[in-house]
């Protein structure tokens, strides 16, 4: 570093910046102006004086070049992301902290692969960082071409430590909400046909007012991994900027050569009384699944068909996030909970006919009364009302047993054939005839009343649904029935159902 001296120099709001310690000036460089280079004074000081914690940061008022001894939080890797055209650079993204505060940074080539190879909980001095506002009070840092970073050994980092929070808040902007944020969210309440034909939408064309969606009434029909080599495997190793998974030469198209690192997410097939419909489940909600439903170890190939088996019988709601990608290109959909939809405290939503709702959905599972439905003359399961015929996935059916098990074992065949005497729920009736039961779940007593409420208000809705013709494809248009829709939104919170068949009593 040299020290130097500037005459005939102007000071104003314009033109290049220099930065004398902790504050930036700009300075006009013109013809008239001398620079002299100082002779060298050992006196002198060539570094920044330190910011004593992250938190000071938030007294700078613009950017600025800084220095400061801090503790890597969160250790990062080596990416090259594109940074024009045909051109990439070398870049690595930590997170640093002191005391309970922290923020971003990120080293650039020369100082990537430095850093990349930093550990948590060690304590480096960086010098020359450029911290940058990014407004409402939130700060990162970002090394330049004369910036550099010392490792602390001793007491100096042991102090620093010591000092260490175990819950670090970040100063830094966040361009993902976390999952606790979602669910806050106010949601519209639509069906899977709903969000299929959100998803489809064309951005240029902008999405509906609602960024969340609640779907009630659904069931999980099959799970699978994303892994291309393992279907059954819960996290594949995918590009540490986009998630797409890397091939054998860890090269992402997009962000070049990276290290990769575990992604988590499951491909799960809902179906809900209007439709059937694939979506993409990722890491904070599959891992609250997971611990929903008893499933311990997420690494272990079992984990993916424990947890089918376990939701496979289970009525739930869904909740999506939605909207338009950052690239403007395309609609993004994140479902973030997946959780059952009544236990003993109430109901979260419940299905309920949406006249908006009028695309035509593949075949889902529906809540029926026993009467309702049979098999047509190609072996469909359908349900009936007066003259209309509707064609289903399967039953969605509520009884309740009226004497004990009557089981039978098969001759020459490896089974047992268990007979059930049951009474619908719906109609009071006693069920007659051979039912090809597919999954079953006892519903615990303390949940029997209000889940039997939601049953019989549902199939009713079911019928009412019926009823309406359905004669619109999934459209890639905004429609007006979704935009009123969507501006109807409610908080997150279980409802009590007073009446079982009076939706708006809820």
Not at 6 to 15: A, I, Y
Not at 139 to 152: D, E, N, Y
Not at 436 to 443: G, T
Request: proline content about 4%.
């Amino acid at each position: 570093d040299k020290i130097v001296s500037f005459t005939n120099s102007r000071l104003q709001g314009k033109g290049r910046t220099l930065v004398y310690f902790d504050s930036d000036v700009k300075m006009c460089l013109d013809v008239a102006t001398k620079m002299t280079v100082c002779e060298e004074d050992a006196s002198y000081p060539t570094e920044l004086p330190l910011l004593p914690e992250v938190k000071d940061a938030a007294a700078v008022s613009g950017a600025c070049m800084i220095s400061m001894v801090v503790a890597v939080n969160v250790a990062g890797e080596v990416t090259e992301p594109t940074i024009g055209p045909g051109v990439t650079k070398k870049l690595c993204n930590l997170k640093v902290a002191t005391g309970n505060e922290g923020m971003s940074a990120a080293f650039w080539e020369p100082m990537a692969s430095q850093m990349a190879q930093a550990s948590v909980g060690e304590v480096f001095r960086l010098d020359w960082m450029t911290l940058v506002p990014e407004g409402n009070g939130m700060f990162k840092i970002s090394s330049a071409a004369h910036s550099t970073s010392r490792l602390q050994t001793g007491d100096a980092a042991d102090s620093v430590r010591s000092a260490l929070a175990t819950d670090v808040e970040s100063m830094s902007a966040t361009y993902g909400r976390s999952r606790a944020e979602k669910l806050k969210e106010l949601f519209t309440q639509g069906s899977l046909s709903t969000l299929d034909h959100i998803q489809r939408l064309n951005a240029q064309e902008g999405g509906y007012a609602a960024k969340c969606i609640m779907i009630p009434a659904v069931f999980v029909k099959d799970i699978r991994g994303m892994s291309v080599e393992n279907s059954l495997a819960t996290s594949y190793l995918g590009c540490t900027q986009c998630k797409k998974q890397l091939p054998d030469s860890m090269h992402c198209e997009t962000h070049g050569v990276n290290n990769g690192k575990k992604v988590y997410g499951a491909q799960i097939l809902f179906a809900d009384p209007c439709h059937k419909l694939e979506v993409a489940v990722w890491e904070d909600c599959l891992k609250a699944m997971c611990q929903e439903f008893g499933v311990d170890d997420m690494d272990d190939e079992s984990a993916l068909p424990n947890l089918l088996v376990a939701l496979r019988a289970q009525e739930m709601c869904i909740r999506a996030s939605l909207g338009i990608n950052k690239s403007g290109t395309s609609m993004y959909l994140d479902v973030f909970d997946v959780r059952p939809q009544v236990n003993d405290a109430g109901a979260q939503a419940i299905f309920k006919h949406l006249p908006n709702d009028t695309f035509v959905g593949a075949p889902g599972i529906v809540p029926a009364c026993c009467k309702l439905f049979a098999s047509n003359s190609l072996g469909q399961t359908v349900v009936t009302v007066d003259a209309l015929e509707h064609v289903v996935d399967s039953i969605h059916l509520v009884c309740k047993t009226t004497d004990k098990p009557k089981m039978e074992v098969l001759p020459d065949i490896d089974g047992i054939n268990v007979k059930l005497t049951a009474q619908c729920m719906k109609c009071n009736c006693r069920l007659n005839g051979a039912l090809q039961v597919a999954h079953r779940r006892i519903i615990p007593e303390a949940e029997a009343q209000i889940f039997a409420k939601s049953y019989k208000y549902q199939a009713e809705q079911f019928v009412m649904h019926m009823k309406i013709p359905r004669s619109q494809e999934m459209s890639k248009e905004r429609t007006t029935d979704i935009e009123e829709l969507c501006l109807s939104q409610r908080t997150p919170k279980r409802l009590k159902i007073a009446h079982t068949l009076d939706g708006d009593a809820l």
